[in-house]
């Protein structure tokens, strides 16, 4: 673990300052690199990928199949007892402390430790304005500036540069590829999955191999997936995973155009005196001391929630604020879970996490018989030490699970070779109340006002839960499954796909970035990341969150030509 600079480290003066090193940051970087920028990566995480800019091997990840390390030690997690955040349900509520949708703090973000699940959204995903318009009371469903014919080439092109395997015209309802297919096929199924999948079909569904950014063969000069099973919530240890820190980003550091900074956290831009430019970025390093950088543009690309964060410290009325649209439009995916438990073993814990989905519960826009919900993933289970730790948190209650009657529990593995959970990431509807702010009565390690949220779900997603969640019981129900539930939701949601806060469009009193992620009042301020998002769609945000970067860092250079950043 390194907080030395990484890249070019004799560059001094950059074209561009880029905040933030994951998904839209690494994508944003290697396109403005690869079209001869010069730029300077600010990520607040350590590096935990050594050699990350040797072109000679591939990096070295820090990461294993260690349980404790990464989800009892907080390996790449924030330390929510230093760096907390707050929330609330509603602006007359009380806040309270929560670990409310954190991201890893580390080189490469919240993709470092995903799945990488990336299929794409429909084409009728960006027309959500249109299409409901002021249907739902209290939401703010908008279109966004840019349709899916626009960002299919840039669709195309990160699929590529993260290595996406996967099949076209399984699923009758997704948008079409003119730019080509995907880049590998699908790699070894999982059994769970091949189960599920045939349920589905005898009710009339669409399953498919679930689009991933994960090799099934070698690829890129990584090697192909061994399917070791810890792929959500872990860091790759092979760099078959097509994080950042091996794709993107390792892209521009080899460019000779980058320097990439860790361990160093932007905690204000600095402006001019009429707020129409950024002068420059403050942030704290391993040091604990504060420097400024300077670059001739800045890109926001530290989460919708910490994008957000930073405004406001820099501002109080918010940086880039007249819209009053800063930190509001928050989103999240309502996440229905339902689990089945089979009496054969059916292996959930080995493979990618998910190898199918279906989305034929994504339903159509404004029609009452199928509402909008989102893909269902179709996944394994728990870890062997998480499963055993849930036994003893039953079972201390009731007593007699100890020794060898423990042993054996845990060899049968009910909690983890016999179930299969169906997730459904379906669509928040976007509401100007739900928001993101400071709160004025909690500070962080270094002193700093926190992220609160204030966050409440709305009938649209409530209701598309009530309407799938008896669908989803008949799925598992027709796959085989001996018992099947719902599983309760948390007041807190903890679906870590946040979107908005930064919308963009055209109308400056409506969003805060123009349709090419540049702030409407600050001339050399960009966004790129899930916050320029106006909805959520029903599908897992990342490759969105890529292409609309790279699409970002496009326009910086060629404006209204961005296509031309592709050849």
Same mark, same amino acid.
């Given at each position: 673990?390194?907080?030395?600079?990484?890249?070019?480290?004799?560059?001094?003066?950059?074209?561009?300052?880029?905040?933030?090193?994951?998904?839209?940051?690494?994508?944003?970087?290697?396109?403005?690199?690869?079209?001869?920028?010069?730029?300077?990566?600010?990520?607040?995480?350590?590096?935990?990928?050594?050699?990350?800019?040797?072109?000679?091997?591939?990096?070295?990840?820090?990461?294993?199949?260690?349980?404790?390390?990464?989800?009892?030690?907080?390996?790449?997690?924030?330390?929510?007892?230093?760096?907390?955040?707050?929330?609330?349900?509603?602006?007359?509520?009380?806040?309270?402390?929560?670990?409310?949708?954190?991201?890893?703090?580390?080189?490469?973000?919240?993709?470092?430790?995903?799945?990488?699940?990336?299929?794409?959204?429909?084409?009728?995903?960006?027309?959500?304005?249109?299409?409901?318009?002021?249907?739902?009371?209290?939401?703010?469903?908008?279109?966004?500036?840019?349709?899916?014919?626009?960002?299919?080439?840039?669709?195309?092109?990160?699929?590529?540069?993260? @290595? $996406?395997?996967?099949?076209? =015209? +399984?699923?009758?309802?997704? /948008?079409? &590829?003119?730019? !080509?297919?995907? %880049?590998? #096929?699908? @790699? $070894?199924?999982?059994?769970? =999955? +091949?189960?599920?999948?045939? /349920?589905? &079909?005898?009710? !009339?569904?669409? %399953?498919? #191999?679930?689009?991933?950014?994960?090799?099934?063969?070698?690829?890129?000069?990584?090697?192909?997936?061994?399917?070791?099973?810890?792929?959500?919530?872990?860091?790759?240890?092979?760099?078959?995973?097509?994080?950042?820190?091996?794709?993107?980003?390792?892209?521009?550091?080899?460019?000779?155009?980058?320097?990439?900074?860790?361990?160093?956290?932007?905690?204000?831009?600095?402006?001019?005196?009429?707020?129409?430019?950024?002068?420059?970025?403050?942030?704290?390093?391993?040091?604990?001391?504060?420097?400024?950088?300077?670059?001739?543009?800045?890109?926001?690309?530290?989460?919708?929630?910490?994008?957000?964060?930073?405004?406001?410290?820099?501002?109080?009325?918010?940086?880039?604020?007249?819209?009053?649209?800063?930190?509001?439009?928050?989103?999240?995916?309502?996440?229905?879970?339902?689990?089945?438990?089979?009496?054969?073993?059916?292996?959930?814990?080995?493979?990618?996490?998910?190898?199918?989905?279906?989305?034929?519960?994504?339903?159509?826009?404004?029609?009452?018989?199928?509402?909008?919900?989102?893909?269902?993933?179709?996944?394994?289970?728990?870890?062997?030490?998480?499963?055993?730790?849930?036994?003893?948190?039953?079972?201390?209650?009731?007593?007699?699970?100890?020794?060898?009657?423990?042993?054996?529990?845990?060899?049968?593995?009910?909690?983890?070779?016999?179930?299969?959970?169906?997730?459904?990431?379906?669509?928040?509807?976007?509401?100007?109340?739900?928001?993101?702010?400071?709160?004025?009565?909690?500070?962080?390690?270094?002193?700093?006002?926190?992220?609160?949220?204030?966050?409440?779900?709305?009938?649209?997603?409530?209701?598309?839960?009530?309407?799938?969640?008896?669908?989803?019981?008949?799925?598992?129900?027709?796959?085989?499954?001996?018992?099947?539930?719902?599983?309760?939701?948390?007041?807190?949601?903890?679906?870590?796909?946040?979107?908005?806060?930064?919308?963009?469009?055209?109308?400056?009193?409506?969003?805060?970035?123009?349709?090419?992620?540049?702030?409407?009042?600050?001339?050399?301020?960009?966004?790129?990341?899930?916050?320029?998002?106006?909805?959520?769609?029903?599908?897992?945000?990342?490759?969105?969150?890529?292409?609309?970067?790279?699409?970002?860092?496009?326009?910086?250079?060629?404006?209204?030509?961005?296509?031309?950043?592709?050849?």
């Amino acid at each position: 673990m390194s907080s030395a600079p990484v890249g070019n480290a004799s560059l001094s003066k950059f074209d561009v300052l880029v905040i933030g090193s994951g998904a839209g940051g690494g994508a944003v970087t290697h396109m403005l690199c690869k079209l001869g920028q010069k730029v300077l990566v600010l990520e607040a995480g350590a590096n935990r990928f050594d050699g990350l800019d040797d072109p000679t091997r591939q990096p070295v990840a820090r990461f294993s199949n260690d349980e404790l390390k990464l989800s009892n030690r907080d390996f790449i997690a924030p330390f929510v007892s230093v760096d907390p955040r707050t929330w609330r349900a509603s602006e007359s509520d009380r806040s309270r402390l929560s670990d409310v949708n954190s991201l890893p703090k580390t080189v490469g973000g919240g993709a470092v430790h995903a799945d990488l699940k990336s299929p794409r959204f429909r084409p009728t995903d960006f027309q959500l304005g249109t299409l409901l318009g002021s249907t739902f009371a209290g939401a703010s469903f908008a279109d966004w500036p840019v349709d899916y014919d626009m960002l299919e080439p840039f669709y195309y092109y990160a699929e590529k540069v993260m @290595g $996406v395997q996967g099949v076209a =015209g +399984l699923d009758p309802l997704e /948008g079409p &590829r003119p730019s !080509g297919d995907f %880049p590998m #096929p699908p @790699g $070894v199924p999982m059994y769970v =999955g +091949l189960k599920v999948s045939a /349920g589905a &079909r005898t009710l !009339g569904y669409h %399953p498919f #191999p679930y689009p991933t950014a994960v090799n099934s063969q070698p690829y890129d000069g990584r090697p192909a997936c061994v399917d070791c099973g810890f792929c959500s919530g872990y860091g790759c240890p092979s760099n078959a995973k097509g994080s950042p820190p091996v794709t993107t980003l390792r892209k521009a550091l080899l460019s000779g155009n980058c320097q990439l900074i860790p361990e160093t956290r932007a905690v204000k831009l600095t402006l001019s005196g009429d707020k129409t430019q950024v002068t420059g970025v403050e942030a704290i390093g391993p040091d604990g001391k504060r420097r400024t950088y300077t670059a001739d543009r800045y890109v926001l690309a530290a989460s919708p929630i910490e994008d957000a964060r930073l405004l406001f410290l820099s501002d109080p009325a918010g940086v880039g604020n007249s819209s009053g649209q800063v930190g509001r439009n928050l989103t999240f995916h309502f996440q229905t879970g339902a689990v089945g438990i089979f009496d054969e073993r059916v292996h959930g814990h080995r493979g990618r996490t998910v190898s199918h989905g279906l989305a034929d519960f994504r339903g159509v826009p404004g029609d009452a018989q199928r509402p909008l919900g989102g893909i269902v993933e179709i996944s394994g289970s728990e870890f062997p030490i998480e499963e055993a730790s849930r036994y003893l948190d039953i079972f201390s209650l009731v007593g007699g699970f100890t020794g060898k009657l423990f042993k054996k529990l845990l060899r049968q593995s009910a909690g983890r070779d016999h179930i299969v959970a169906l997730a459904l990431q379906a669509e928040d509807a976007p509401q100007p109340t739900n928001r993101i702010d400071l709160d004025p009565l909690v500070r962080d390690l270094d002193g700093l006002p926190v992220a609160r949220a204030t966050y409440q779900n709305h009938a649209f997603e409530l209701s598309a839960r009530d309407f799938y969640s008896p669908k989803l019981i008949d799925l598992l129900g027709a796959s085989g499954v001996r018992y099947a539930f719902i599983a309760p939701v948390d007041d807190i949601p903890r679906s870590q796909h946040i979107m908005g806060t930064l919308r963009f469009g055209a109308d400056p009193t409506t969003s805060v970035c123009d349709p090419d992620g540049r702030f409407h009042d600050v001339g050399n301020l960009y966004a790129a990341d899930g916050a320029l998002f106006p909805t959520a769609s029903g599908f897992n945000p990342t490759l969105t969150i890529v292409a609309l970067a790279l699409r970002v860092g496009a326009a910086m250079v060629f404006g209204d030509m961005p296509e031309r950043g592709l050849s």
